[in-house]
């Protein structure tokens, strides 16, 4: 009985230490996209490269996560709910590491926008769209934290406002393309940095649908979710 109640207890710590690697994977993430997000407003060059060049950092925790949870299925052999927080770890990491990659994209962008003539603006509608990006991925990054059903279900329903934020900037850029051709590269740079800004929202949903999964055992991808039924 006290060798089985050890085992246990250090299960339960394996699990909790694997649990808050993915929240301090999601720390550096939202610190990523923050960087690039105010690099692309700013046209920040010097920022832009740190984000640019600081993606390794979220792609090594990654790894180190992952090693993680497959030391525990091949240890443990986690079953029903264990085995469910695992997997959605598992694709949780996936996403943010991708969310990472978005994030070094607009770095990548903004150095290229900086050495090119010439500024199309957009300020305010690039920063709206960031602003709402940075709230779901939080928003997101916390109903994980805190398992909170009802929250991530309204994230899943807030990433609908990013997309029709990102059609109305999509609009505008072809707009100022057909008016001025030779502010053709910039706008197409700024275009690829707002296309990056609604896949990061699109990723901030998917975490959701997966904490849907984690607690309800649902999977809602594909679906319409009421937090409200059981």
Same mark, same amino acid.
């Given at each position: 009985?006290?060798t089985?109640?050890?085992?246990?207890?250090?299960?339960?710590?394996?699990?909790?230490?694997?649990?808050?690697?993915?929240?301090?994977?999601?720390?550096?993430?939202?610190?990523?996209?923050?960087?690039?997000?105010?690099?692309?407003?700013?046209?920040?060059?010097?920022?832009?490269?740190?984000?640019?060049?600081?993606?390794?950092?979220?792609?090594?925790?990654?790894?180190?996560?992952?090693?993680?949870?497959?030391?525990?299925?091949?240890?443990?052999q986690?079953?029903?709910?264990?085995?469910?927080?695992?997997?959605?770890?598992?694709?949780?990491?996936?996403? =943010? *590491? !991708? #969310? %990472? @990659?978005?994030?070094?994209? +607009?770095g990548?962008? /903004?150095?290229? $926008? &900086?050495?090119?003539?010439?500024?199309?603006?957009?300020?305010?509608?690039?920063?709206?769209?960031?602003?709402?990006?940075?709230?779901?991925?939080?928003?997101a990054?916390?109903?994980?934290?805190?398992?909170?059903?009802?929250?991530?279900?309204?994230?899943v329903?807030?990433?609908k406002?990013?997309?029709?934020?990102?059609?109305?900037?999509?609009?505008?850029?072809?707009?100022?393309?057909?008016?001025?051709?030779?502010?053709?590269?910039?706008?197409?740079?700024?275009?690829?940095?707002?296309?990056? =800004? *609604? !896949? #990061? %929202? @699109?990723?901030?949903?998917? +975490?959701?649908?997966? /904490?849907?999964? $984690? &607690?309800?055992?649902?999977?809602?991808?594909?679906?319409?979710?009421?937090?409200?039924?059981?």
């Amino acid at each position: 009985m006290i060798t089985k109640q050890h085992i246990s207890q250090q299960y339960n710590k394996e699990l909790e230490s694997v649990k808050s690697k993915v929240l301090k994977m999601g720390g550096l993430v939202e610190a990523q996209v923050e960087g690039a997000i105010s690099a692309l407003i700013e046209r920040n060059d010097e920022l832009a490269k740190k984000v640019a060049e600081s993606d390794y950092k979220i792609n090594k925790i990654e790894v180190e996560i992952d090693e993680n949870c497959a030391q525990l299925i091949a240890k443990r052999q986690p079953a029903a709910g264990d085995l469910r927080l695992i997997i959605a770890i598992i694709k949780v990491i996936t996403d =943010l *590491e !991708r #969310i %990472g @990659d978005e994030a070094e994209k +607009i770095g990548r962008h /903004v150095q290229k $926008l &900086v050495s090119l003539e010439g500024d199309i603006g957009m300020h305010a509608e690039l920063s709206s769209l960031g602003d709402k990006v940075m709230t779901v991925l939080r928003n997101a990054l916390d109903a994980f934290a805190r398992m909170d059903v009802e929250q991530a279900a309204r994230v899943v329903e807030t990433d609908k406002q990013i997309d029709k934020e990102f059609n109305r900037i999509s609009r505008v850029l072809v707009t100022h393309m057909m008016e001025d051709p030779r502010n053709i590269k910039n706008m197409l740079h700024v275009t690829w940095c707002a296309r990056a =800004l *609604e !896949r #990061i %929202g @699109d990723h901030s949903q998917n +975490i959701c649908e997966y /904490v849907i999964y $984690l &607690v309800k055992g649902q999977d809602v991808r594909h679906t319409v979710f009421n937090p409200t039924e059981d």
